[in-house]
C-alpha cells in the first residue's frame, strides 16, 4: 500500500485509516446505475414486509437486533421478514414461516432486480460500533432508497452521515428506538411513503453514477499522469 501511486476508497472515514500508509487517497463514492435500480410495481397484499440483507460479516450486526425482529413479529400479525444473504436461514427458527422467508445469497447480477421484487415496505440497517463498520459506505441505505424502501439505521457513520434522522430515513441507539422506528413506519403507510420519496431523491442527486463517473474520471486520469493530490 506504500508503494503504489493511490489509494482508493468509498468513504472519509476509510480514507483516514489509509492515509496512515499512503497520503494520495481519493474517496469515489460508492453510486448506483438508475436505469437499472427501479421500483416494480407490485400490488400489495395486506402484509408489511420489513427486509434486510447483507454478506456473512453482517452475522453478529443482524443478532444485534433479533429480539426486536421477534418482538415486532409478536406483536404485528400482519408482518413479515424478508431475509437475504448467506448462512441466515436458522436465525429466527423459532418465527413462523408465516411472518419469515428466508431467500439466501442473490448473485450480483441479478441483485437490482431481486430487491425490486421482494414487495418489501420498510428496511433495517443494524450495525456493530467497530471501526471495520464505520470505515463502510452506506450502499444499503443508498440501494434501499433508489427502490423508494424507507430505512431505519443504526446511528453511527456510514449511515448518520447521510439519513437526515426523520426526513430520508430513521437512525436508532439501541433496540428500543430501533423498535420504536420500526413501529413508527409499519404502522404509518403515509410516512413509509414520504421517507422513501424524500431518500430516493437525495440519493438521486448525490449517488446517481451518471454523474458521479466524473470524478471517477478525474481520479484515473490524475493517477495516471502522476500528479495524484
Not at 104 to 112: I, K
Not at 138 to 154: F, G, T
Not at 181 to 200: F, V
Request: aromatic letters at 12%; hydrophobic letters at 35%; a negative charge.
Amino acid at each position: 500500500m506504500e508503494t503504489v501511486d493511490a489509494v482508493t476508497v468509498t468513504t472519509e472515514e476509510l480514507a483516514n485509516v489509509y492515509r496512515e500508509f499512503n497520503e494520495n487517497v481519493y474517496v469515489l463514492p460508492n453510486s448506483l446505475d438508475f436505469s437499472i435500480w427501479k421500483p416494480v410495481r407490485i400490488v400489495k397484499d395486506g402484509s408489511v414486509r420489513i427486509t434486510w440483507h447483507g454478506g456473512c460479516s453482517h452475522y453478529d450486526d443482524l443478532l444485534e437486533i433479533k429480539p426486536v425482529f421477534e418482538s415486532i413479529v409478536k406483536n404485528h400479525k400482519a408482518v413479515k421478514l424478508e431475509i437475504c444473504g448467506h448462512e441466515f436461514k436458522g436465525v429466527f427458527k423459532n418465527i413462523s414461516h408465516d411472518q419469515y422467508s428466508y431467500h439466501g445469497w442473490v448473485p450480483t447480477d441479478v441483485h437490482p432486480y431481486y430487491q425490486a421484487t421482494l414487495n418489501a415496505d420498510v428496511a433495517v440497517i443494524p450495525l456493530k460500533d467497530d471501526l471495520f463498520n464505520r470505515c463502510k459506505s452506506a450502499i444499503k441505505w443508498i440501494e434501499y432508497s433508489a427502490l423508494q424502501i424507507p430505512c431505519v439505521a443504526r446511528n453511527i457513520p456510514p449511515y448518520s452521515e447521510v439519513i437526515e434522522h426523520g426526513e430520508t430515513g430513521f437512525l436508532y441507539n439501541d433496540n428500543k428506538e430501533c423498535e420504536m422506528y420500526l413501529e413508527k413506519l409499519i404502522n404509518d403507510p403515509a410516512i413509509r411513503t414520504r421517507i422513501g420519496k424524500q431518500a430516493y431523491h437525495y440519493v438521486v442527486e448525490n449517488f446517481n453514477a451518471k454523474d458521479n463517473s466524473k470524478i471517477w474520471a478525474v481520479a484515473i486520469k490524475e493517477i495516471s499522469e502522476g500528479v495524484c493530490h
